[in-house]
Each structure stands twice: as C-alpha cells, then as structure tokens.
C-alpha cells in the first residue's frame, strides 16, 4: 500500500525572513559579544555546560541508547522496506557518491582534528578509575574514541534522516524545514510562529556545531602550514587560512549540491582512503592492527557499560567531559546531518538509509580513528616523540601537525592531509551553509536548491563567526555553547520521531504490506 501522491504546486523559492533575520541577527550577536567579552562568555558558557553535563547528563546517555533501539525497529521492522519515493524509483544518487557526501557532511572535518589528540588526552585522564599512563590506559585510549565517533553518533544521525526523507519524498511537502517533519506530532508546529520557533532553534543548533568545528579546523590548517613551511602559526596565517577556506565552500554551496558538494566530497573520499593507507604501511603496522583488534574485543565486552555509564560514585568527570558532551554535540548537529541525509536520499529505503547511514558511517570513523589513534598510542608509549609535552604545551593542532610530520616522508605526508583537511572541513561546510539556507527558504520544492545568496550569506556568516573565535582563541566557549544548543533540539529530535511513526501507522497501516 502506498500512500496517493499529493500534487505539488509550481513553486519559486524564497528566503522565509521571519527566519533568516533572526537567526542571523543571533550569530552576529554571539560573535560579536565572544570578541567583545570573552572571559564573561567563558564564565557563562562554562557554568551552562556544566549544569547540563552534570544535571541532566544521564539523558544524554539514555537517549544514545534510545536512538540505537528506534534506528533497529526503523531498519528491521515492518515499514524498513517503504521507499523514499515513488515504489521502484531508482536511488538519486549512486552508492558511493550517497556515501561520500554522507561521510563527509556528518563527521569528517572534526574528526582530522581529534584523530590523534583525543587519544592522548584519555591516556593521561582514563576511564574506570584506571591508572593514568599504565597499560590499560593505554589500550582504552585507543579504544573510547572508536566508541565516541561510532555506532550511537550515526544512530543520532540516522534518526532526524526518515522523517525529513519521508516529509520530503513521500508527504511532497515543499520544504526543507525540520518543523515541517515535526507537524503530525504537535499540530502548534504548523502555527506560524511556533514552526519559526523551531526552525531557528535548528539553525542556530547548526551554527553552533559547525562553528566549533570552524574553530578547530583552522587552528589545526595554520599548525600545519607552519610545520611545512617554517612560518609562524599566528592570528595573521588564521586569517588567511580562513579567507582561503571561505572562498572554496563558499564556492562550493553556490555551485550546489550536484555540482559543488558531491564533486568535492568524492575528492575527498580517495584523499582519505589514501592518507590512511599511507600512515598504516609508513607507521607501526602491526601495532595499529593489533590495537584495533584488540579494541574490537574491548568494544564488544563493553559496549552496554560505556553507552550507560556515570560514573556515579568516583564522579570522575570522564562521562561529563567525554561521553556526554560528545552526545550532545551530535545532537546539536543532527538536524543539519538530518536533513542534508534526508535530502540526498530519494529512492531509498529506510531499511537501506539506517543500514547505510550506521554501517558505512561507522565503519568510515572506525577505520579512520584505529589508524590515527593507533599511531598516536605508538609514539605515546614508545616516546618516539614527546607528544603529550607538545600536546600540553601547544595544543591538539600542533600536536596533530608534528605527529604527521614525524612519518617517514613526512613532509609528503603534511601536504596529503592539508589537502585532506581544506577539502574535509571544506565540505563540512558547505553542507552547513546549504542546510542553514534551506531552513531558511519558502517554497522550496524537494527537486530545488535553496537561493544562492542564501547560501553565501550562511558561509560569510559561519566564516566571520570563525574569526571571532580565532581572535580570542576561546574555542571552550563555543564548545560549551554547543552543549547549550543541544538541550532544545532534544525535544525537537523526539517530535520528528513520533510525528514519523504517527505518519507511517497513517499511511500504511500498523502492518503494511
């Protein structure tokens, strides 16, 4: 049983500016005042975030475990064969382009800054009340940040994708708004002024994600630059840095999605598959294979522990500062990866878009961060390199920069993974500023794009919202900030979900055929 097909009217998008101005206004605001006021807005920021890590954390672990259940009853329950679309319409784009931009839209720029940073960090502060610098600290090392970056961020991701996939493809609704897949369960969404409400929540959820991965990407472009090439990694190198990067995703969403996006993130598809390939033949190779073996097997015994774990007799503040801060920053970007995923989905089941999104997307972060992070615990335990006297005393980025640049044929290897970092971040990017603009348009049908000025208002905006942060080198402000957004965006993660299955039972009945 299919639903019948409503017909769709010719329509001419917009920018919906009860939307846009606001939500504009807000990121000229938060930049402003980060420059202005930087120590007053870490103060606020860092109490906000902590009241939400430590006082209503335990939802976030909760809701990481629920996401995962709802993503296997969607995958393998009795509406998983039901297609975006017309039945038998083909896929609008092909595997590996649909994996491509999947990869890169949802991950893959923040995870070149953390590759080989996070580790070192939990080796020094590890979970379970583990002796800092022993040997188990070492093996969880490698093992927490496979669990951060993998299957309950996709489940996140995977989760906000039907519904928008469904309300664009099946329901013919011509928008791309998250209140639109939000109406069947809370009728108000279609008022005016709540389904705005709504919209600019997401937005800003968006900017905020996005913007902390801004802020540590061109940190870690100029750490680079400046392992090559001997120059100094100042504000001036960030400036140009981020001017350079603006022009290429800026160019890239106003091209759009066909001709911009998915060019770029086929690019880097084989840059990454290259880079990995590299550091494991020119790094320690078996200690990389033999630490993701054994991390599998940590994994597999421990998967339940982690997901649901507090902490709450030592309160070590490793659940608060890890796990659930990484929760809510997916949920701050789960709209955004939602509805980029549910655009670029048409023809797809559901059972093919939740297997897809979890398994390509886990099985991408997975590879990436045992290789990266199996390095990183090589020169950790063999002091090959000071890494965790670098990291202490110049950063993540710097970090990240000497440990590449200490492979044999490092300086190759630098270039690889700037090219790599430019194209990541670079389609990150884009796809936010595609996003932010389609939340921001009317009438705008499933088969249109958002305005272009649209487009490069959003990228201008997140770049100038960057340079705010690499001016006060604050990026725990925005980190925190966040945390901050992802508390609303809850609620509006679990309307899309009911309003999904109140829509299916609807449509097909409580068994389709």
């Known amino acids: 049983m299919q639903p019948a097909e409503p017909s769709t ?15 504009l206004l807000l990121v000229i605001l938060l930049g402003g005042g980060l420059l202005a006021f930087p120590e007053q807005g870490s103060a606020m920021t860092a109490k906000a975030m902590s009241a939400v890590t430590g006082q209503i954390g335990w939802v976030y672990l909760l809701l990481g475990g629920a996401a995962l259940g709802f993503a296997g009853w969607l995958a393998f329950g009795p509406y998983g064969h039901i297609v975006m679309g017309t039945p038998g319409e083909p896929p609008e784009y092909g595997e590996l382009h649909w994996i491509a931009m999947m990869f890169t839209a949802g991950i893959g720029g923040s995870m070149m800054a953390w590759g080989i940073a996070e580790p070192l960090f939990y080796i ?3 979970p379970f009340g583990i002796t800092p610098q022993s040997s188990g600290a070492l093996e969880w090392a490698h093992a927490y940040p496979v669990f951060h970056w993998g299957i309950i961020p996709w489940a996140f991701y995977a989760i906000p994708a039907i519904p928008i996939s469904y309300m ?6 011509p928008m791309m708004k998250v209140s639109g897949a939000c109406e069947s369960a809370f ?12 919209d600019i929540i997401v937005a800003l959820g ?22 090559l090439f001997g120059i100094a990694d100042n504000f001036t190198n960030k400036l140009i840095v981020l001017t350079l990067w603006t022009a290429i995703f800026g160019a890239s969403a106003y091209r759009g999605l ?4 998915k060019i770029l993130a086929d690019i880097n598809m084989v840059l990454a598959g290259f880079t990995l390939l590299f550091v494991l033949i020119a790094g320690p190779t078996l200690f990389i294979l033999k630490s993701s073996v054994n991390t599998l097997g940590l994994l597999a015994d421990n998967f339940l522990r982690m997901t649901f774990w507090t902490d709450p007799i030592n309160n070590s503040g490793f659940p608060e500062d890890w796990t659930i801060f990484y929760w809510a920053w997916w949920i701050a970007f789960a709209p955004f990866v939602g509805l980029f995923l549910g655009r670029i989905s048409r023809g797809r089941t559901i059972r093919q878009m939740i ?43 710097t970090v990240t920069a000497q440990a590449i640049g200490h492979l044999p044929g490092g300086t190759f290897a630098l270039l690889v993974f700037l090219v790599l970092c430019v194209i990541f971040y670079a389609t990150t990017l884009d796809s936010a500023a595609y996003t932010i603009a389609g939340i921001c348009s009317k009438d705008l049908p499933n088969d249109k794009e958002p305005p272009r000025h649209s487009r490069i208002a959003w990228a201008v905006a997140l770049a100038l919202l960057a340079i705010s942060l690499v001016a006060t080198d604050r990026i725990d402000i925005v980190q925190a900030s966040t945390i901050v957004f992802s508390v609303p965006l809850v609620p509006v993660l679990i309307l899309m979900c009911v309003s999904l299955v109140k829509w299916l039972k609807a449509d097909y009945g409580p068994a389709p055929s």
């Open 187 to 198: 009728p108000l969404a279609r008022h005016p002024v709540s389904s705005r409400v709504i």
């Open 168 to 173: 664009l493809y099946i329901k013919r609704v």
């Open 9 to 23: 009217p010719v329509l001419t998008p917009s920018n919906d500016w009860v939307v846009f101005l606001p939500a």
């Open 355 to 397: 297997l897809g999104i979890i398994g390509w997307g886990t099985l991408g972060t997975s590879t990436f961060l045992s290789i990266m992070g199996g390095y990183a615990v090589y020169l950790a335990q063999g002091n090959t390199l000071a890494v965790h006297e670098i990291l202490a005393q110049s950063g993540m980025s």
């Open 124 to 126: 020094n502060s590890p």
């Open 258 to 261: 066909k001709k911009g996006i």
């Open 206 to 227: 968006i900017v905020g994600g996005t913007a902390t991965s801004l802020g540590l990407g061109v940190p870690l472009v100029s750490a680079i630059l400046a392992e």
